[in-house]
């Protein structure tokens, strides 16, 4: 065990000095990218587009919502088949879309999911050996090889969301440990596993209600510090043993969007329900919610999408509606806000300094940042009026994959060439 949490330590030492630098590499290997912030370190993206600018187009198996996950050649992704009676787990070829191998990581009864969510809404994990993919309460955490060979799967049952809403945090890989969240109305836990083996290392309660969020890994000061949104507001735990080290209460639950970290260590958090915007400085210690929440601002309205941060702004963008904020992120003062009508439930992404937001329709809309709004562009991909797109866009060598309910799009053309 020693030995085991000494190489632990280790990795998320080099991810500090790693994700203190800008490193161009094309791999995007779990939620929000290689910093769980959703920036990409490339640049030469397409900032307009539309079904011309499609490079390829596939349909895809059942019914899901992952985000693509990218490491080299290989794209990762899950799916539903039969109403949820079977989860897959399956490999695309970046280059044309099609599918290298493909595994039922899991068959049974499925448990009651909303439309609005399913039975594959958690993006894979990968550090270029292996993936892994959570299927939630019935499916629990699968590793495959990045071949397609099957390693292990884990169970974590039983935790219950009895309201039917599902689940749909993703895995995150944390040096030899993959961390899960499992938020819940019933025995509600975050779970550390050996990634080689799918043994439990550490278990942590957590409140019991249901959530949505993902951790992310964090440096602040001295340590490493894995941030967690929920229902009651934001925790940070020791990754290597899931001691809580701070908890910073929230203005109103849920706590569905991911946390999203500033350059200058600021950690920005809005709950899911209608309520104050708020930063947190972490490094704290015990109930921090007096000393360390650096500012907060009213804020109206549901939101699904995780905050994105561009140099001194923030942008947030509502559920319903699609009404787009920006905020001055050392202050909270909210800068300016434009109704872009339609529905947002997929987070946002940022390369060349500029904000993208998708709609469900297929609309991705283009911000500058700026105390002014300046929205450059409007961009429009699909065939189909059925089409839902809830899956945050994967950028990685110059092209954006884009996955609906139904097909996976590649807009663009490679930045190192075709391979």
């Not at 899950?78 to 787990?89: E, F, I, Y």
């Not at 995150?172 to 019933?186: E, F, H, K, P, T």
């Not at 340590?223 to 809580?244: C, D, F, I, K, W």
């Not at 360390?292 to 309205?301: L, N, P, S, V």
């Amino acid at each position: 065990m020693q030995a085991m949490l000494f190489r632990v330590a280790l990795c998320c030492c080099l991810f500090a000095v790693s994700s203190g630098t800008v490193v161009a590499d094309s791999n995007w290997p779990g939620w929000r990218g290689p910093t769980a912030d959703g920036h990409s370190s490339e640049s030469g993206f397409p900032v307009k587009w539309d079904n011309s600018s499609v490079t390829w187009q596939v349909p895809l198996p059942g019914v899901g919502q992952s985000s693509p996950t990218i490491w080299g050649e290989q794209m990762f992704l899950t799916t539903a088949l039969d109403g949820g009676r079977q989860r897959m787990v399956f490999c695309v070829d970046r280059n044309n879309g099609q599918i290298l191998w493909k595994h039922i990581a899991w068959t049974g009864q499925p448990e009651r999911s909303h439309d609005m969510n399913g039975h594959a809404s958690a993006t894979c994990a990968t550090d270029g050996e292996h993936v892994y993919a959570f299927f939630g309460q019935g499916g629990g955490v699968h590793c495959y090889t990045v071949d397609g060979a099957h390693v292990w799967s884990k169970n974590l049952g039983p935790f219950f969301v009895e309201s039917g809403w599902g689940t749909a945090a993703c895995p995150v890989i944390v040096g030899d440990l993959v961390i899960q969240n499992c938020d819940a109305d019933r025995d509600a836990r975050i779970v550390a596993l050996d990634k080689l083996t799918g043994d439990k290392v550490w278990e942590k309660p957590r409140d019991n209600f249901r959530g949505w969020s993902t951790p992310i890994l964090i440096q602040a000061s001295n340590r490493q510090e894995l941030v967690l949104n929920g229902h009651t507001g934001v925790r940070a735990y020791n990754p290597l043993s899931g001691e809580e080290y701070w908890f910073c209460k929230s203005f109103n639950g849920r706590g569905t969007p991911t946390v999203t970290p500033g350059s200058d260590g600021l950690l920005h958090v809005v709950n899911g329900l209608s309520g104050d915007f708020y930063s947190i400085r972490p490094g704290g210690s015990g109930d921090v919610t007096a000393t360390h929440m650096a500012w907060h601002t009213e804020r109206k309205g549901r939101d699904l999408p995780s905050p994105i941060r561009i140099g001194d702004h923030v942008f947030v963008v509502g559920h319903r509606g699609g009404i787009m904020s920006c905020y001055n992120a050392t202050t909270g003062l909210e800068l300016w806000k434009a109704r872009l009508g339609d529905t947002y439930s997929a987070s946002p992404i940022s390369y060349d300094g500029l904000a993208l937001f998708i709609n469900e329709s297929g609309e991705t809309v283009v911000f500058k940042p700026g105390d002014k709004a300046n929205l450059i562009a409007k961009n429009k991909v699909g065939t189909s009026a059925e089409e839902i797109f809830r899956a945050t866009i994967t950028p990685s060598d110059g092209q954006l994959f884009i996955r609906s309910n139904t097909n996976l799009y590649c807009i663009g053309e490679r930045t190192s060439g075709t391979r």
